[in-house]
């Protein structure tokens, strides 16, 4: 296999985990009696955990020099914890088993990122058809799922979970060994956790990705739910989602000229206003027809700025802190917005239904500016 088939089977493996997580996670917690109020403390109390775990998880693969093996054990160990929603029963059991699959999930997907924009340096590469093997993965998986639970249950999304993590472990065990000389990153305790934060152009990375991502909140959290209490079946739900990949996977596939035309601010500013077409639009109709058109613009709110993410970190960040500067992008680039707003997604659900999409419309309307000052500081 080449380094990039290498790096395409981790993200497929990790992808078809999150391809059944995201949009029935949330059923599974409704299926064993939770209201919305507490399947949003649930989802939230993970995503702050992430927060915490995703850096802490980078900072280790970094301190150890062993990306690889961190995000091997992380694998591992969010595939035994999912095994706990088969017996776990009640809101605070469901709470802990949630909790502690958060933080081994942590770092899986910035140590994935770090460990492939790594090899591109030695071995260039397409990242973007890389990283639709992922999307490609999201789309079989929410598609096997939704069959799955339309035919036994919610339940039945959890051996598909575990599989897909398991599977992560073993092909990061196989990534090729990144260079000797990458080095370990020397700075210690919170000096060396909080070290990328220096350079300017992260810091206003890190607030444009959490408007813009963290707008995904809601969706996430009570979009099925949202779908299903509308009369959508859960294979319509899983083919909604699905949509959204491939749109995401044609930008991946198809749009690297396009991608360095743009540039990444541009990018970010297309996200952005995606994110107010998608939202506020989601917010008034589940009829289906228009949701699919709809869930087109995910190629724009997700994979646009993800994109735009990347670009940018391989421009500022150094190598022997890849692992850290990719974590705490993803924890507050990504995890504590989608924690605080999956938190409020309940009580917003509860009293306005699909209406609380209108929140998320705002936030992407507020990243404009922030991409403009990211703008300045990558000139600067």
């Not at 399947?39 to 995503?47: E, K, P, Q, R, Y």
């Not at 700075?187 to 956790?193: C, I, R």
């Amino acid at each position: 296999m080449t380094p990039a088939s290498h790096h395409a089977l981790v993200y497929a493996t990790q992808f078809f985990a999150f391809g059944v997580i995201l949009p029935f996670l949330p059923a599974v917690l409704a299926a064993q009696g939770l209201d919305a109020a507490e399947v949003g403390i649930v989802l939230a109390t993970g995503s702050a955990l992430r927060l915490l775990a995703g850096p802490m998880g980078g900072r280790l693969a970094d301190t150890l020099a062993a990306p690889r093996a961190v995000l091997a054990l992380a694998a591992a160990t969010a595939a035994l914890c999912c095994g706990g929603f088969l017996v776990a029963a009640g809101f605070l059991a469901m709470l802990l088993t949630y909790a502690l699959m958060s933080v081994a999930l942590a770092p899986v997907m910035p140590l994935t990122d770090a460990l492939t924009l790594a090899a591109i340096r030695r071995t260039p590469f397409d990242y973007g058809r890389v990283r639709a093997a992922g999307s490609v993965a999201f789309i079989v998986a929410s598609l096997l799922a939704g069959q799955a639970v339309a035919w036994a249950g919610p339940a039945a999304a959890l051996p598909l979970i575990m599989a897909g993590l398991a599977a992560t472990a073993l092909a990061a065990v196989s990534l090729p060994a990144p260079e000797a000389s990458r080095g370990r990153s020397t700075a210690s305790g919170a000096a060396g956790l909080l070290a990328p934060l220096k350079v300017p152009a992260l810091r206003w990375l890190i607030l444009v990705s959490a408007l813009v991502q963290g707008s995904h909140a809601f969706y996430y959290a009570f979009g099925t739910l949202h779908w299903q209490a509308a009369g959508l079946g859960a294979g319509l739900i899983g083919a909604l989602w699905s949509v959204g990949v491939i749109a995401e996977i044609a930008l991946f596939v198809w749009g690297r000229g396009i991608v360095a035309r743009l540039g990444a601010v541009r990018l970010s500013l297309i996200a952005a206003m995606a994110g107010v077409l998608r939202w506020a639009f989601i917010a008034v109709t589940t009829d289906p027809i228009a949701l699919f058109a709809l869930q087109i613009l995910h190629a724009g709110t997700f994979g646009a700025q993800h994109l735009a993410a990347m670009m940018i970190l391989a421009r500022v960040v150094p190598p022997a802190q890849a692992g850290t500067a990719q974590a705490l992008q993803a924890s507050l680039g990504g995890g504590l917005s989608i924690g605080v707003l999956t938190l409020a997604a309940g009580p917003l659900y509860a009293a306005f239904g699909g209406g609380g999409y209108w929140v998320m419309a705002a936030l992407c309307a507020a990243a404009v500016p922030a991409i403009l000052a990211l703008g300045r500081a990558l000139r600067h």
